[in-house]
Structure formats: structure tokens, C-alpha cells
T-cell receptor, first 116, second 110 residues
Framework: GAVVSQHPSWVICKSGTSVKIECRSL??????MFWYRQFPKQSLMLMAT?????????EQGVEKDKFLINHASLTLSTLTVTSAHPEDSSFYIC????????????FGPGTRLTVT | GQNIDQPTEMTATEGAIVQINCTYQ??????LFWYQQHAGEAPTFLSY??LDGLEEKGRFSSFLSRSKGYSYLLLKELQMKDSASYLC???????????WGAGTKLIIKP
């Protein structure tokens, strides 16, 4: 099956700093990538949808200036958490839609962010 | 509004059968997905239903009734490794975004 990687798998940063998370589709082209956030014992919350070469579409309540998303190529999307705060600590997961597939989204392994 | 309901937690015995239900109310419908998620890991795809009926894939089957806004995931011959959360998600529009249920935590006992 299709493989999606995320880097880093976990990161600890100090309040006020920025953190970049990469999401790559390794063996397929992803015209659309999705970024989710998941708090403990809660379901996935869609943060934004990014299409290659265009601006991301953010869900209501998600600050686009705080969560910067770039989808510059068909295999790479990045999420930058700017001026991180402890409440941003969460599990961030990306998924990618294979342009050649009918319906599936393939998930990356997730990035656990801890802001101290 | 958009709403997906599934039980919070279920318990079953190794070797048995368990059915996890999902009901949905969405503004549109373009397919229903089931994913498995182990603690601390990302979800993995299990099944997809867009037409009414049963889709069988090995030990796992998924059923859909669009008129009732209802789906279930059936797990047979339960194994300890099946202990995980099972997420129901609906694709309501044409933009491939998914609306997620809160997930059902399945506990398998020996």
C-alpha cells in the first residue's frame, strides 16, 4: 500500500519557538494532503486541507497565521507551528490522498509535539 | 449539523465476534470509512462503503444502510491484537474531507 512518512516523529520545544513538521508521500503523488490534530482520548480534528500549489483551506477555529501550511510539491507538505504554547501540545497527523486512487486517505505515523 | 455517533467503549472475548455500530447525520454522503487506530499510532484503513450492503474483507466486514444513516463494523475470530480504537468517518462532500466519529475503544479479554 501507499506509504506516508512524517518527520519528526516526536519533538519537544520551548514556548515561543516554532516547529516544522514534514509530511511526505513516498510512492505516490498526493494532490491533496490533510492535517489533523488529536488530543488524548479524543478523535481526529481536521485542521486544514492543502492542495498542491495553492493556499491551504483551514477549518473554522484554526488560526492560519499560527499553523502555516505549505504544499509546494506533489509529495511534500509542511506544517509549521509558530510561537508554540503548551496548549499546542498534541499529536499531529497528516494524511494524503493518492491522485490515482478512488477514495482512500493514507495516514502518516504522526508527530507528537510537546511544548514546555 | 454534522454528527457521527459510535459507542465509546466495548469489551469482547478473544475468539468471539463483535459488532461496532455507527450512525451518522451529515449534509451529504459520499462514502463511509472505518479505520483502526492503536494507541499512539496513526489510523490505518479498514474498509469503505458507498453502496448499501455488506463488504467483507477477511475477518472484518462492514455494512452500510444509507436510508438509515447506519453502518457497522463486524470483527470475527477476535485476537488480542484487535484491541484498538475503531473510527467511523463519513465523506460528506466532494472535497475528500472526512467527518470523524469519536472512536470506539475495543478491549479484548482472554
Amino acid at each position: 500500500g501507499a506509504v506516508v512518512s512524517q518527520h519528526p516523529s516526536w519533538v519537544i520545544c520551548k514556548s515561543g519557538t516554532s516547529v516544522k513538521i514534514e509530511c511526505r508521500s513516498l510512492d505516490f503523488q498526493a494532490t491533496t494532503m490533510f492535517w489533523y490534530r488529536q488530543f488524548p482520548k479524543q478523535s481526529l480534528m481536521l485542521m486544514a486541507t492543502s492542495n498542491e500549489g495553492s493556499k491551504a483551506t483551514y477549518e473554522q477555529g484554526v488560526e492560519k497565521d499560527k499553523f502555516l501550511i505549505n504544499h509546494a510539491s506533489l509529495t511534500l507538505s509542511t506544517l509549521t507551528v509558530t510561537s508554540a504554547h503548551p496548549e499546542d501540545s498534541s499529536f499531529y497527523i497528516c494524511s494524503a490522498r493518492d491522485a490515482g486512487a478512488r477514495y482512500e486517505q493514507y495516514f502518516g505515523p504522526g508527530t507528537r509535539l510537546t511544548v514546555t | 449539523g454534522q454528527n457521527i455517533d459510535q459507542p465509546t467503549e466495548m469489551t469482547a472475548t478473544e475468539g468471539a465476534i463483535v459488532q461496532i455500530n455507527c450512525t451518522y447525520q451529515t449534509s451529504g454522503f459520499n462514502g463511509l470509512f472505518w479505520y483502526q487506530q492503536h494507541a499512539g499510532e496513526a489510523p490505518t484503513f479498514l474498509s469503505y462503503n458507498v453502496l448499501d450492503g455488506l463488504e467483507e474483507k477477511g475477518r472484518f466486514s462492514s455494512f452500510l444502510s444509507r436510508s438509515k444513516g447506519y453502518s457497522y463494523l463486524l470483527l470475527k475470530e477476535l485476537q488480542m491484537k484487535d484491541s484498538a480504537s475503531y473510527l467511523c468517518a463519513v465523506r460528506a462532500g466532494s472535497n475528500y474531507q472526512l467527518i470523524w466519529g469519536a472512536g470506539t475503544k475495543l478491549i479484548i479479554k482472554p
